[in-house]
């Protein structure tokens, strides 16, 4: 996903935001059903006042890896040893549709996150008291722009592999430092606080990761290349990339993988082409 600040904004500057798994572009209220046999183990609402800033409704599934009609080939490169489960979590949903859904028998109530935002819960759904759902299952509706967070009807999917390694293709294989759904995370989407009221926290709701680090530019050392440690002299450019912003980085650190593993909606047969030659930059 292009960082539209990089083209629009007041001055210009690079993208620092990795888009994190795959947007699937559809019709308002398309449902989304559930890809394999598994558990729904949390569905909510987090309110935003921000348009393009907001995930609207969220669903997070588990799914046993016995259930995934993925190759050999695939758990061993993809889960390397990971033989319990792998989580996936829907975003841009619409509360309405999704979280009041009849045919699960579900209900909402409202809890306060913080100060200023809220959450709107299906309190009887969490890790430790999840909704079994089959195949195929109607699980959810994409929202609108007015209850998916502002953005166009899309539904956006993060596969989880809960792997604790991750293994290259040329089988080299190295720690992955921080799940993203660890066991921490999913345990603390419901808990209880001093007075034994229900507390629950967003999980699986991250679509995009950013990169803070300074984008200045400065003028280098035209034999040793390297910036020189005093007086720095700051350029008039645009930095081409930033360093620790990158898929594979994400996949390795952080366990996640490509959700086409599930829904096969795009692969290299996809009509694809690059903005700079559509547009001769």
Known sequence: MLD??????KRLKPPKFMHIGEDYIAKDFEPVVMPYDGQ???????TT???????GTVLVAKIPV???????????????????????????????????NKNFNWST??????????????????????KEVKKGTIIGYLGDNSSNGGWMSHAHANLFTNRENYLSENYFSSKTTSLELDKKRIDGYHTKDKSNKDKFSPIGNIGVRSNEQSTKIYEVDPMTGEIPKMNKKELPEIALYLNNLNMLGFEKTKGYANPNLMYKLRDERTVSFSVKEVNKL
């Open 4 to 9: 539209l600040e990089a083209f629009i904004a």
């Open 40 to 46: 729904i183990i949390a569905a909510y609402e987090l």
């Open 49 to 55: 006042k921000v348009a393009f800033a907001g995930v």
């Open 109 to 130: 109530e409202t809890f306060e996150l913080g100060s200023s935002r809220t959450m709107h819960v299906v309190k009887s759904v969490t890790p430790k008291t999840p």
């Open 66 to 100: 016995d259930n995934l009609l993925w190759s050999p080939k695939e758990k061993e490169i993809l889960l390397n040893n990971n033989k319990d489960c792998i989580y996936v979590s829907f975003l841009h949903l619409d509360a309405q549709r999704t979280l009041n």
